[in-house]
């Protein structure tokens, strides 16, 4: 055998072992050392602003997170406030997303739904800058995994998070963008009858409040099977009263305190907020008093609107409204 022939075997024994030698790397590297990271790791922290979008949305509607005073606000044509903890439950997946690389071939960008006019695209900005901007494509092998890319980039990676999921997503092109209203947080007051220690009423027909009857001799609320014993009284006029499991059961129709939506609160007077509307005040013990302004409008005995200290206004709506200027 020649020289030569040595030579090539040589090379050719050479590149098998290093094919070896990759694949048993491959084999025994953890999938943080085959993956790339497709986020700034401190985004979390730095986002002041989060955009969802599709393209193909048929009112261009976008659905923009952004933080207000130091609090997470949704844009429903006006700041409403976000459901803060899936902001930031978001935000964290973001900054720790990771993808295996998969293509760099512009041709190939269709294959995986990431044209910017059919992918989903997330963009998340902080303190001006734009920390990121995601185009979601289609889903990947596994349910939890996704095809993406970086605005700009060619390079498609299969991610290590369904992306899509993190926004209720479940198809590309998405037929339009996220709901604003399913980010915006709906939670009047959160506490159930069990953390409410009081609540009173007060408008211009009349007063009422809802306290635990006092025990005998002063020693505190008097308990009944599930809490306290509730006495509710009305200051009239007539001064009444009512107690047991029908107070009781006002009290867990009314907490935690949901609302059915929020509205512009330049339109406040319209919903009978201001001069002369009603307050609801809630006891909440340890947690502080909750002081709501509560306005209603004629023909729509179902419904009422609060306005918070922090100027938010809720709808509220159900059988139970009817019966707030005097429950007994």
Same mark, same amino acid.
């Given at each position: 055998?020649?020289?030569?022939?040595?030579?090539?075997?040589?090379?050719?024994?050479?590149?098998?072992? =290093?094919?070896? $030698?990759?694949?048993?790397?491959?084999?025994?590297?953890?999938?943080?050392?085959?993956?790339?990271?497709?986020?700034?790791?401190?985004?979390?922290?730095?986002?002041?602003?989060?955009?969802?979008? =599709?393209?193909?949305?048929? &009112?261009?509607?976008?659905?923009?997170?952004?933080?207000?005073?130091?609090?997470?606000?949704?844009?429903?044509?006006?700041?409403?406030?976000?459901?803060?903890? %899936?902001?930031?439950?978001?935000?964290?997946?973001?900054?720790?997303?990771?993808?295996? =690389?998969?293509? =760099?071939?512009?041709?190939?960008?269709?294959?995986? !739904? +990431? &044209?910017? !006019?059919?992918?989903?695209?997330?963009?998340?900005?902080?303190?001006?800058?734009?920390?990121?901007?995601?185009? #979601? @494509?289609?889903?990947?092998?596994?349910?939890?995994?996704?095809?993406? !890319?970086?605005?700009?980039?060619?390079?498609?990676?299969?991610?290590?998070?369904?992306?899509?999921?993190?926004?209720?997503?479940?198809?590309?092109?998405?037929? @339009?963008?996220?709901?604003?209203?399913?980010?915006?947080?709906?939670?009047?007051? /959160?506490?159930?009858? %069990?953390?409410?220690?009081?609540?009173?009423?007060?408008? $211009? *027909?009349?007063?009422?409040?809802?306290?635990?009857?006092?025990?005998?001799?002063?020693?505190?609320?008097?308990?009944?099977? /599930?809490?306290?014993?509730? #006495?509710?009284?009305? *200051?009239?006029?007539? %001064?009444?009263?009512?107690?047991?499991?029908?107070?009781?059961?006002? +009290?867990?129709? +009314?907490?935690?305190?949901?609302?059915?939506?929020?509205?512009?609160?330049?339109?406040?007077?319209?919903?009978?907020? @201001?001069?002369?509307?009603?307050?609801?005040?809630?006891?909440? @013990?340890?947690?502080?008093?909750?002081?709501?302004?509560?306005?209603?409008?004629?023909?729509?005995?179902?419904?009422?609107?609060?306005?918070?200290?922090?100027?938010?206004?809720?709808?509220?709506?159900?059988?139970?409204?009817?019966?707030?200027? $005097?429950?007994?």
């Amino acid at each position: 055998m020649g020289n030569r022939q040595l030579v090539v075997l040589a090379a050719v024994l050479a590149g098998l072992v =290093a094919v070896y $030698a990759w694949q048993q790397h491959r084999r025994n590297a953890s999938p943080r050392e085959l993956t790339a990271a497709l986020a700034p790791a401190d985004l979390a922290r730095r986002a002041d602003e989060l955009v969802a979008w =599709a393209p193909a949305d048929p &009112k261009g509607a976008r659905l923009r997170l952004f933080k207000q005073e130091g609090r997470w606000r949704v844009d429903r044509g006006f700041p409403a406030p976000a459901k803060a903890a %899936r902001v930031e439950e978001v935000l964290e997946a973001l900054a720790a997303l990771r993808g295996e =690389a998969r293509a =760099a071939d512009p041709g190939l960008v269709g294959r995986f !739904r +990431l &044209k910017s !006019r059919e992918a989903f695209h997330v963009e998340v900005r902080g303190g001006g800058e734009r920390l990121l901007h995601l185009l #979601v @494509g289609k889903q990947g092998p596994d349910w939890d995994t996704c095809y993406v !890319r970086a605005a700009g980039s060619d390079a498609v990676y299969l991610a290590d998070r369904n992306v899509l999921g993190l926004f209720e997503v479940w198809q590309v092109p998405a037929k @339009g963008s996220p709901d604003p209203k399913d980010w915006t947080e709906l939670t009047v007051i /959160g506490e159930g009858r %069990r953390g409410v220690r009081a609540v009173a009423w007060r408008s $211009a *027909e009349g007063a009422w409040r809802i306290a635990p009857a006092a025990a005998p001799g002063g020693g505190g609320a008097t308990q009944a099977k /599930g809490g306290p014993a509730w #006495v509710y009284t009305y *200051e009239g006029p007539p %001064r009444r009263r009512a107690a047991g499991a029908r107070v009781r059961d006002f +009290l867990d129709r +009314l907490f935690p305190l949901q609302a059915a939506d929020v509205e512009d609160p330049a339109k406040a007077a319209a919903f009978g907020l @201001g001069a002369g509307a009603a307050e609801l005040r809630v006891d909440l @013990g340890a947690k502080g008093e909750v002081r709501l302004e509560v306005g209603r409008r004629a023909g729509e005995a179902r419904k009422a609107w609060v306005r918070t200290a922090d100027g938010t206004v809720y709808r509220l709506e159900g059988d139970w409204v009817p019966r707030l200027p $005097a429950p007994f």
